[in-house]
Structures are given as C-alpha cells and as structure tokens.
C-alpha cells in the first residue's frame, strides 16, 4: 500500500494516554492542507473539518485515538531503578526483559531476575508490575532525577517494519486507525465530514466524548486497530478476527450496542464493491464509541477495525491489505451514511 | 575513557552466534584479534588469538565465549507458525510478545504469540520455551521459502547506551566477556612478553562448553583466565553481594586455583582496581569447570564481569568493570613475580 512512510512516522512516535503531543504534531502537520479549520480542545482532541462537494444531509464524525498503552513512573529507588505502573490495559506478561524509552528518549530496560536464580514456581509466572523496575543506568537517585521525574511517562521502545504486505508496528492500536482517517481527508470527499483524533481512549475513553460534545454529530465512525486473535493455540472459534481477512466490523463491544442498519450495510457494501470485510466474532473490548453514542442527544455509530494481533505490546502486527480495505470500506459507508441514505 | 572497550563490545555483540552456529561471530572475533602473532580459527571450537613466545615454559589462556543462547526452530505448522525450544537457558518469561529475530535463508522479524489483555484469560503462567510459537505474518508456503527446521532465532536487541558508562543489550553474556580478553591482548600486545598468551573466544559454552573443552586440549595452556558473566544486585533478588561498577569478581572457589586467586586480589590492589569478591562451593558453571581438568590439569582463575538480567535481551554491563578486568588480566599477564 502507498505511504507506508506516514504509517511509519505514526507509529514511531510517543503518545501514551495524556501526553499525545507528538502525534498530534504530525496528525497537525499532515491535515494542514486538507483541513477547512481545525481545533485542539483542552484535553488535546484534534478536530478537523474538512469540505466535501456537498453539504452533509447528516453530520458525520470519524474519529480514531491517538494514545497508546505505556508506563507512568511513580517512583525513584535509592539505587536509580525507576519504579512504574501501567498506562491502560498491559499484560505483565508481556513486560520482563522489554526494552523501553522513557520520556521519548532516554533508553532503558526492564528488569528482569536472572532464571538461574528462581525456583520452578517463580520461573513460570509473570511478575507483577508493581514488582519490576526499569533500570536506566543511573547509579543513585539523584542521578536518574538528572533526567527523569515522577509522572514522567515511558513506552515501548519504537519498532516499525513493512514488508511483503505485512506491517509490524509499536501502537498498530490505533496509528492504523489515525491513518486510515488522514488517507481518507486526503480524497476528495461527496460530503463535509467531521475528523477527530482523540485522546486518553486507553484509560477509559475520556477524550473523545468531549470532543464529540463539540461536534455534535448525528452518526459516527471509529477506526481501530483491534484484537485479533488468529494466531498459534487459539481456537478459531475464539479468533475473533483474522488478519489478512479485511476490515472487522462490530456488532457490539464492552460499551457499545451499534447500530444495526450500519452494521449490515457495511458488510453488504464489502460484497457489493468486493472490498474484504469481516464481522468481528465476539463482543471483546470496548473504545471511543462508547462515549460517542451517549454524548449530547446521542449519535449512530458503527466501529471499523484493522485486525491487529498482538495489541498493547511491544509490537503489533497487520496487512497492508486490510489497511487498504478498511480506508475504502469507510469512504464508501461514509458517502452513504452523511448522504443521508442509511 | 572507556571508547575502545565500547567499540569492542557493540562489534562482538552484533552478529549472531547461538549455539552450533557461531560462525559469523567467530569471524567477527577473528578480525579484532588480528593485530596477534597468529589467528586460528575453527567452527566447533572458536577464534584464538596468540601473542608472545611460542616456546615460552608459562602458557596463558585467557577464555571468554562467543555463543548466545537463543531458540532453534523445529516445526512450522500449517498457519505458518514457527514452534521452537532452546538452545541455552532461555527465559521464557521474556517471550510472549517479544520481536525476534529469524535466520532463516533472510534475516526475517517475527514476534512471539501472545494475546492481548482484552481477550486473555486465565492465570498468570507463562508456557515453556517449546510451548511457544513464531508468528512472522505470512503464510507457510511463504515461511517455507525462507526459514528451515533447524534455523535459529535470537531476541534480538543491538547494544544500546544508558546512562553513566552502562551498556544493554542481547549477548553481553559473554560477548563482553570477549571484549575484556581481547581489551586485556590489545594493551599488552606492544610488551616484551616472556609467556606466550593465547585468547580464545570460545563456541558452545550455553550447551555444555564443548569449545573450551576442545581448545584446551589443542592449545595445552599451563594456565588459565575464564571472563564470564555474573550476577550483580538488582531489584527482586537478595543475597547477592557483587555490584554492577563495582569491579572485577575475582572468584574463590574449590575448584578455581587458590594461588592465582590471591595473587588477582593483590594485584588489584597494587594497580588500584577495584574489586569484589565471587566466592562458590564447587564447580563455577563457566568454561573453568572444564578447563581445570583438561589433559593432566591447568590451573585456572576467574574473573566475572558484574550483569543484571542474565540471559535475556535487557542485560545489562557496565563498561569501567570490562576495561578494568582488561587491566587486571594485563597485570596478571606481566607479573614479575609469576
């Protein structure tokens, strides 16, 4: 797929929960010519305007977020470890051993006790966040104080690879959303739509309902990167999407029951135009949805989803394929839903 | 201060070398050991660098190894998926969702299967190394043009700088170990020597130290110097007294030779390196284990280089504890008294 360096460029940069900035200033910088007017709320929601040929028969918001999972450190050990806790939803499972960059730049690793030294019991079991450091290389206190404090935030080091048709990124959840939105400003559109790349979505959706308080839109789409569980000792029963299978559509999540003329026309409009698409098999986890159909006098929603493997870990995994097919399932739904004919 | 031991280390530590495979590795330390009289290679047993007098009666070996521990791949299923168990000790709670990498006919990335927290259930196991899967993204008759059963796969992690003289890295264990032997040749290496020094990075030691074990024989050393890694205090462990910068560990053991570890501990102080103290019961777990009992007997010492997060692809060193064990074993080397 084309432009895979602006997915590259997404994914690279740092933006846990609550401090998005760096990916705001690209989103900022990549909207620039496309945006009729654009405007950051007080939380740090991007919303974008943008013309299309006509005047929307109803107001539609698209929206993706723009944070990740990560690490917030909440204390300095005497002896320069920096102790920490998690930024949204991540297994310690995945945490022993991982490298990770604190403040967007200063590099470190998580501790992780030597094997040789654990009984059977201990070699089998994650350790517990609030049980592991990371160790930056500081000696003392004030040493790590030099250049990190407490509340200072850190994630997983960058990674970002492209090849044969598969993408393996840190923040997959939800860059791929954030680039599906900017390909499709960057199209000439039938209708005004209403861009907004959210914030804080991984610790509980707080920024996008505000936003969506400001838009105030009679239907909304949200991209996501979401779970896909296709992968090796998991049933396919529990897959709940599969990579490579095309965009995922949700009938329901943890917070939100969409719409259902959305929900079978999607899928229709796959069959229709050949677009791959799938509907997504379980009601597992939950996003900005959830407080865009309850803001204001409520909204329509419907969630459009990259089937991501391995989310809110070191790396992701998709296809550029379903990257594809989700950035022309939306404008085509997009077209029919602020046409008013849905 | 510390630039060329710096260098030494983010050179060794680079390619890859797990157990069986350490070819490029080996060729690695053969091209930093080339400022030697002589440079021998051999697949199963490693590089050795040789200085000084051929003939002379005292023959020093100094020996650090040049495997890594990493995963062979022994099956691809019909989804593409790389199953794997190990080749040395592998932690296997750092796998899930850990970037690997695959050497395959391509240097290819993958990354371990894991679900994610929203559709995880559960307790908080973690499979065994051989109960784990690759995932590199393709389908297997793709997979299949480019990876074999028998391949090898590392979590990678190139050797990254952290604050004060602190490196971290896959491969410290015993990469670094390498660069404080090969340090310790370097800054002998234009002195009148009246021993003749042999530095041996040496294959397979994660496996059993089959490397050393054979080289010992073919280089008969009267002595010997093993470089390994050790463990240095760190959060979740407790009874460990060596600390990362803290110097070299001279080790004391029942195994190790008495005199010569005595005579490291003076001549530490006599040159004003720091340096702590590795005391064990019997046999080390390093390369000396084999060394002291080849041919009628060698009398071996060892030295440890302080690291926290053994074997796994965060450990970390510290680059004043490799140049000053370089300087200990340079001392030792031109000792008047030996």
Same mark, same amino acid.
């Given at each position: 797929?084309?432009?895979m360096e ?5 994914c ?18 990549e ?13 740090g ?22 944070d ?13 470890f ?5 930024v ?8 022993t051993?991982r ?7 200063? *590099?470190?690793?998580?501790c +992780?006790k *030597?094997?040789?030294l654990?009984?059977?019991g201990?070699?089998?079991k ?29 994630c ?6 492209a ?7 840190k923040?997959l959840?939800?860059? +791929? ?25 991984e ?8 936003a969506? $308080?400001?838009?105030?839109p ?22 709940v ?5 095309g ?29 791959p ?17 309850t803001a ?6 419907l ?6 493997? $391995?989310?809110h870990? *070191?790396?992701?995994?998709t ?6 097919a ?5 404008? +085509? ?10 | ?14 390619? /890859?070398g ?14 930093? =050991? ?14 050795v ?15 650090? /190894?040049?495997?890594q521990?990493?995963m062979?791949?022994?099956n ?6 790389? /199953? ?24 290819? #990335? ?6 994610p ?26 997979v299949?043009k480019?990876v ?38 370097q ?10 020094? !042999?530095?041996l ?33 760190? %959060? ?6 060596a ?7 001279i080790?004391?053991?029942?195994? =190790?030779?008495?005199? !010569? ?7 530490? @102080?006599e ?5 702590q ?9 390093t ?18 280089l %302080?690291?926290?997060?053994? #074997?796994?692809?965060a450990?970390v060193?510290?680059?004043?504890? !490799?140049?000053n ?10 000792? @008047?008294?030996?």
């Open positions: 797929m084309k432009n602006l997915l590259e460029k997404l690279l940069a740092t933006g846990v929960s609550g401090e998005e900035d760096a990916v705001r200033d690209i989103i900022l910088e909207i620039k010519p496309y945006a009729e007017r654009v405007e950051v709320t007080p939380l929601n991007v919303i974008a305007w943008r013309k299309g040929r006509n005047r929307a028969e109803k107001k539609l918001m698209l929206c993706a977020h723009m990740e999972v990560g690490f917030i450190i909440n204390n300095i050990t005497g002896e320069g920096l102790k920490f806790t998690a949204g939803s991540v297994r310690p499972e995945v945490l051993g490298s990770v960059l604190v403040n967007g730049k200063i *590099p470190g690793v998580i +992780a *030597p094997v040789h654990m009984d059977g201990e070699r089998e994650a350790v517990p966040v609030d049980q592991l450091a990371i160790d930056i290389g500081a000696s003392t206190k004030e040493e790590a104080e030099q250049v990190v404090a407490i509340g200072d935030n850190a997983f080091v960058p990674f970002f690879e090849v044969g048709g598969t993408v393996k990124g923040a959840d939800d860059r +791929a959303g954030c680039f599906v939105l900017l390909e499709l400003m960057k199209e000439e559109l039938e209708y005004d739509t209403c861009f907004v790349f959210s914030v804080q979505e610790i509980g959706m707080r920024g996008a309902g505000t969506a $308080y400001v838009v105030e009679d239907a909304a789409i949200i991209l996501e990167g979401t779970t896909a569980g296709d992968i090796a000792g998991v049933s396919p029963l529990e897959s999407c599969k990579m490579g299978s965009t995922a559509v949700s009938f329901m999540d943890r917070s939100t029951i969409y719409d259902r003329a959305f929900f079978k026309r999607a899928l229709a409009i796959g069959k229709e135009k050949e677009i698409c799938q509907p997504k098999t379980a009601s597992a986890g939950m996003n900005d949805a959830g407080v865009i159909h204001k006098g409520g909204a329509r929603t969630t459009l989803s990259v089937p991501c493997r $391995y989310i870990g *070191p790396a992701a995994m296809a550029e394929s379903d990257l594809e989700t950035v022309r399932l939306t404008g +085509a739904l997009m077209e029919e839903i602020a046409g008013g004919k849905l | 201060m510390y630039s060329e031991v710096e260098r030494l280390t983010r050179v060794l530590c680079e390619p /890859h797990t157990p069986g495979c350490e070819e490029e590795a080996i060729a690695v330390a053969a091209k930093e =050991l080339s400022f030697c009289d002589e440079v021998i290679t051999n697949p199963l047993g490693g590089a660098g040789i200085l000084g007098k051929r003939d002379a009666k005292r023959r020093i070996l100094l020996d650090a /190894h040049i495997d521990i990493g062979v791949i022994t691809i299923d019909d989804e593409g998926f790389l /199953h794997v168990t190990q080749v040395g000790g592998v932690d296997r709670r750092t796998m899930p969702g850990s970037i690997v990498t695959v050497f395959g006919k391509e240097t290819v #990335h993958g990354i371990v299967c894991v679900l927290p929203h559709l995880a259930h559960g307790d908080d196991k973690i499979d065994a190394v051989d109960r784990q899967a690759i995932d590199l993204g393709m389908p297997k008759e793709e299949e480019i074999s059963i028998g391949d090898r796969a590392v979590l990678a992690n190139p050797i990254k700088k952290l604050m004060g003289n602190r490196v971290s890295g896959t491969a410290l264990d015993d990469r670094g170990g390498c660069a404080c032997i090969i340090r310790a040749a800054l002998i290496k234009d002195q009148e020597l009246d021993c003749c020094v !042999m530095v990075c040496s294959t397979r030691e994660e496996v059993g130290g089959q490397g050393a074990r054979i080289s010992t024989y073919s280089l008969e050393p009267t002595e010997a110097l093993a470089v390994d890694v050790s463990f240095a205090t760190q %959060p979740g462990t407790s009874g460990l007294t600390t990362l910068g803290g110097g070299p560990m080790g004391y053991s029942a195994s =190790l030779d008495r005199k !010569m570890s005595k005579r490291l501990m003076e001549l530490a @102080k040159h004003d390196i720091p340096y103290l590795e005391v064990m019961g019997g046999r080390t777990g390369n000396c284990d084999s060394i002291g009992i080849s041919r009628g007997g060698v009398r071996t010492g060892l030295l440890s %302080p690291q926290r997060n053994m #074997h796994t692809s450990e060193c510290d680059l004043a504890d !490799m140049e064990i370089a300087k200990l074993i340079a001392a030792y080397i031109l000792d @008047k008294e030996a």
